[in-house]
Structure formats: C-alpha cells, structure tokens
Nanobody, 117 residues
Framework: QVQLVESGGGLVQPGGSLRLSCAAS????????MGWYRQAPGKQRELVAT???????TYADSVKGRFTVSRDNTKTTVYLQMNSLKPEDTALYYC???????????WGQGTQVTVSP
C-alpha cells in the first residue's frame, strides 16, 4: 500500500520558517520524482517545487529564493524548507510522487500552513 504522509505544517508569523516533510512508503522511492503542491481556499492547486530522481529542482516563481526542496532516499522522505514566509503562502500543502516509468502518481493527504500575524 502506497502512503505519502506529510508533516510539519502549522501557524507561523510572516517572515518565519517551516520545514515540511513527506515520508513515503510502498514505492521504490529513488525512481520517483517528488513534488510539493499547494491549494489555497478558492484557488486551484498549484505547483510549488519539484525534485527529480537525480536531484534536479524546479520552483514556482513565487517561492524562488525562499523555499528549498530536498530529498533523502535513505529515509524515503522529501522536504520543503520554507523561509521568509508570507501570508500568501497560506495553503494546504500536498506531496506528490510521480514516475513515468511506473506510470504512477500518488498524493498525500496534505498539511496546513498558515502564515498570519
């Protein structure tokens, strides 16, 4: 059974930091590209950051320079370090595992991030 379990969300003041984690099980983690997405109330889900099997990363323009995605294949976990948080970063953050080779894509249940004074 595939599971992606996000953690690390919470309430933080503007300018603060959070580190999200997504622990994966039931997949061959090292062959999956991993991504972080977010969805704010009334808005569509949007891509935040991705990291490929070999560690190449991409970021949404809105988070470049503030967020850093990383992965630890030995722990089958992907991370999202979020610094200089802004109120507009408030959203439910989802983890995604995607493999073209396996023709499979999986989602976690999400973790809430709220940035407010």
């Amino acid at each position: 059974q595939v599971q992606l379990v996000e953690s690390g969300g919470g309430l933080v003041q503007p300018g603060g930091s959070l580190r999200l984690s997504c622990a994966a099980s039931g997949i061959i983690f090292r062959i999956y590209a991993m991504g972080w997405y977010r969805q704010a109330p009334g808005k569509q889900r949007e891509l935040v950051a991705t990291i490929t099997r070999d560690g190449s990363t991409t970021y949404a323009d809105s988070v470049k320079g503030r967020f850093t995605v990383s992965r630890d294949n030995t722990k089958t976990t992907v991370y999202l370090q979020m610094n200089s948080l802004k109120p507009e970063d408030t959203a439910l953050y989802y983890c995604n595992a995607n493999s073209a080779l396996m023709k499979a894509s999986y989602w976690g249940q999400g973790t809430q991030v709220t940035v407010s004074p």
